[in-house]
Every structure is written in C-alpha cells, then in structure tokens.
C-alpha cells in the first residue's frame, strides 16, 4: 500500500579506550578514522563528541569538563557545549557540535560511528 522505504542508519562500532584509559571528569581525544572525538567520562557514563568547537576550529577536548552540568568548554573563547545533545549553552558559539552514541562492555569504550559520516 505504501512505496515508502524505510532507511535505517547503520553505523559502525569502532573500539576507543579502555574503560581504564578514560578518567572521571576529563576529556581525552581519540582519532577514529578521519574523525576527531573528544571522549568524556563523568562517574560511569561515558559520552563522545566531536572534538572541534562550532565558533571556531579549535579542539574541545583540551577544554574542562564541568561534571555537575555535564558540559565541556572551549578553552578559546568559553563557549560551553552540552554533552548530551552537542548543543551550545553558552555564547560565543550557537551552533551544535555533532555527537555519537557510545557503547560499552566490561573494559572498552566502543563509539558508533554513523555509516554517512564520511
Ligand atoms: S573557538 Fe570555541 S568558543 Fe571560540
């Protein structure tokens, strides 16, 4: 009855640290393929983010994390992005920065990373 096709996203689960590498309330950059990722761990949760400011081209994961409000700041200009949804909370930056989900097992830390990202 409907032509509509249905596409699903698929994307591909790439190994980043070790649990034991990613330290509570810091960031820590990796690279994955062409991608710069900014991962961060508050207590048990694990988030990723891409590690490039949306103001200007300079990297988020050189920048602190604020734990309580789960948020990372550009160390340029101060802008604070959320690490939940990328979005900004704080001028000067008002664009978002992409984010990606983030799986995890007993030891590493695995960043899905969407097949249309190249
Ligand atoms: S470069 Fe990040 S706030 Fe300006």
Redesign the pocket.
């Known amino acids: 009855m409907s032509n509509e096709t249905e596409e699903r996203p698929s994307a591909r689960k790439v190994r980043a640290l070790s649990l034991e590498e990613a330290i509570d309330g810091e960031a820590q950059r990796v690279d994955i393929e062409d991608q710069k990722i900014a991962i961060v761990r508050i207590g048990e949760i694990i988030y990723a983010i891409a590690d490039m ?6 990297s ?1 994961s050189e ?1 602190p994390v604020d734990s309580e409000e789960v948020t990372i700041e ?6 604070q992005f959320s690490l939940c949804d990328g979005n900004p909370v704080s ?3 008002t664009q978002p920065v992409a984010i990606f989900e983030v799986e995890t097992d007993e030891n590493d830390i695995y960043i899905l990373i969407p097949e249309s990202s190249n």
């Open positions: 400011c949306s103001h200007a081209n300079y988020l920048g550009c160390w340029k200009h101060g802008a001028l000067p930056a």
